[in-house]
Each structure stands twice: as C-alpha cells, then as structure tokens.
C-alpha cells in the first residue's frame, strides 16, 4: 500500500501563486509517475501535470507556462509550484502516483485551491 498526504493549497487572489506538495510512503518502486489532477464543481477530474522517476513532465495546455512540477525521488515527494493562478484553476487538487509494475494506482486525499477574481 502507498499513503499519500498532501499540503499546502488555499485561497488566493487571481494572479497570485501557490505551492502543492505531496508526500509519499509505503510500498513504492523506484519506477513510478507522480502527479496533480484536479477536479472543479460540477467537472470531471483532470490531469494538470504528471512526472516520472527519470523526471519527463507531462502538463495539461491549460497550465502550460504557469505551473512547474518536480519531485525529489530520495524523498517521494512531488511538488506543484502554481503562478500566475487564474479563478479557473479552482478545484480539489489530486496528488497521484502509479506503480506501472504493479499496475497500481494511489490517490491522496485532496487539497482546495480556490482562486478568486
């Protein structure tokens, strides 16, 4: 099993910035993607940006230029540096790793990120 605690979203005007972090532990290989989905009222969850061990990134256009993910592999951590934060970037925001060998797919608990105009 793989836990997954996530911090660090909140209210922020548009135009500001914010930094996710994700933070995980268990059973997990070297081999792994980690990343952020989102999901807004009333919308279905979507991806925003994942990362894989030997670090290729993978954003949704929307994000493009705005947000940057990174990880830390000694740590099992990922991170989500939001700027330039737009009232649509508001949403519960996903920490997420998957374990290809493993088949296995884990999600956190969720963080709000609310951006007011």
């Known amino acids: 099993q793989v836990q997954l605690v996530e911090s660090g979203g909140g209210l922020v005007q548009a135009g500001g910035s914010l930094r996710l972090s994700c933070a995980a532990s268990?059973?997990?290989?070297?081999?792994?993607?980690m990343g952020w989905y989102r999901q807004a009222p009333g919308k279905q969850r979507e991806l925003v940006a994942t990362?894989?061990?030997?670090?290729?990134?993978d954003y949704a256009d929307s994000v493009k230029g705005r947000f940057t993910i990174a990880r830390d592999n000694a740590k099992n951590t990922v991170n989500l540096q939001m700027n330039s934060l737009k009232p649509e970037d508001t949403g519960v925001y996903y920490c997420?790793?998957?374990?290809?060998?493993?088949?296995?797919?884990?999600w956190g608990q969720g963080t709000q990120v609310t951006v007011s105009s």
């Open positions: 997420n790793v998957k374990i290809p060998f493993f088949s296995s797919n884990y």
């Open positions: 268990g059973r997990i290989l070297r081999q792994n993607v």
């Open positions: 990362i894989t061990s030997g670090g290729t990134t």
